[in-house]
């Protein structure tokens, strides 16, 4: 069957004849792929940046935001049946008994590192027509949500940050135990790019009451700013505003959702977090030079002014239900700016020159099956 691949040996992205999977354990579901998320990673893949193949394979099938139709199902399946839509989780747990995160299903905080991922590390991925996985790892997406069930996986990044901001600001004394979580009402976000990553964290936060705020590149009247004001949010170019300036017009910085991978952007954000605020880093930097950070200032505003910082990074089984429930809830409010996610479907054949080529609009699907 057809699958896009990356072969490292080669340094080159191909379409290749891969074998088709079946059922092995009575927990094993079969999936047709339907639509097939290009993101970042892919890109950085298809630069062999990254990216390793299954342990005897000479090539590693990429693509892991997915979104299938269930075709089969083993003989203990309680929870899926053929016809299904469902999206699957990409990171399975490693095999060490010490590692409590994997051994609580919570491979998302593997701490030992040996986890696989489908489509990125030792673990064929979503970029072909069928794939068996077990029960466990699929989530139902209602059938309304067809059309955009394939943005659930890059929503999650949002998901288990929010999720992760609610434990922790616990430790404000009026947001304590018993009072009522996920409300962001009175309380500002700054959003760092307008990627479909820093997109949907902005509608998740809108969702949560937080008067919300976009800063990226493009400038005002862009089709993203656009975009971003068509939701509900507020959209600062960086070629206009300074970070100072985005305090001043902002005030009081409450959290920070970094969604661009920029190094030297993030730090200078940190310097202008407001008082008990939390920053959020999701992106991933390349591998370049040393960057200068005023290191006093960040140090003195952390510990004066009670701030936190952390990094998040694939998502757990209670992110994908959230992503699930909250795509549905912006599907209700912002049905034709959630549809204008999604600006481009191609086929598996366009694949490897749409990988090696610019980006362009925000995000690019592979349709491996038409309904």
């Avoid at 590693?60 to 203990?76: K, N």
């Avoid at 140090?299 to 795509?327: E, H, K, P, W, Y």
Wanted: hydrophobic share 40%; glycine share 10%; proline share 6%.
């Amino acid at each position: 069957m057809r699958a896009v691949a990356a072969l490292p040996a080669e340094k080159r992205l191909a379409l290749v004849d891969h074998p088709a999977p079946t059922l092995e354990h009575d927990t094993d579901v079969l999936v047709r792929m339907l639509d097939v998320g290009i993101c970042g990673t892919d890109r950085e893949i298809a630069r062999f940046d990254y990216g390793t193949p299954p342990p005897g394979s000479d090539y590693l099938v990429i693509g892991h935001e997915s979104l299938a139709r269930v075709e089969q199902v083993g003989s203990a399946v309680a929870t899926l049946k053929p016809g299904d839509l469902v999206v699957t989780m990409v990171r399975r747990p490693c095999p060490h008994p010490e590692c409590r995160a994997c051994r609580a299903g919570r491979q998302d905080f593997c701490f030992t590192g040996d986890f696989t991922e489908r489509g990125i590390k030792e673990r064929h991925g979503f970029m072909t027509e069928l794939v068996v996985d077990d029960e466990r790892y699929m989530h139902v997406v209602p059938s309304e949500l067809r059309e955009i069930g394939v943005l659930v996986e890059p929503l999650t990044i949002a998901e288990k940050a929010l999720i992760q901001v609610w434990d922790v600001q616990e430790r404000l004394p009026w947001t304590a135990p018993g009072t009522r979580p996920g409300d962001g009402h009175g309380q500002r976000a700054l959003v760092l790019g307008a990627g479909p990553v820093g997109l949907l964290g902005a509608m998740a936060l809108l969702l949560r009451g937080f008067d919300t705020w976009v800063y990226s590149r493009e400038e005002a009247g862009d089709p993203k700013a656009q975009w971003v004001e068509s939701v509900g949010a507020h959209f600062l170019s960086a070629g206009s505003n300074t970070l100072e300036q985005v305090a001043q017009t902002m005030g009081r910085i409450d959290l920070v959702y970094e969604a661009t991978g920029a190094s030297a952007l993030s730090f200078q954000t940190l310097q202008v977090l407001g008082t008990n605020g939390v920053f959020i880093f999701t992106g991933v930097p390349g591998r370049k030079g040393p960057i200068e950070i005023d290191a006093d200032r960040l140090m003195r505003n952390l510990v004066l002014q009670n701030q936190l910082v952390f990094g998040t990074v694939n998502a757990g089984a209670d992110a994908f239900r959230a992503s699930i429930d909250d795509l549905a809830r912006m599907h209700g409010r912002w049905p034709d700016a959630v549809r204008t996610l999604i600006t481009s479907r191609h086929a598996p054949e366009d694949v490897p020159a749409l990988l090696t080529s610019p980006g362009s609009g925000i995000k690019a699907v592979v349709q491996f099956a038409k309904e």
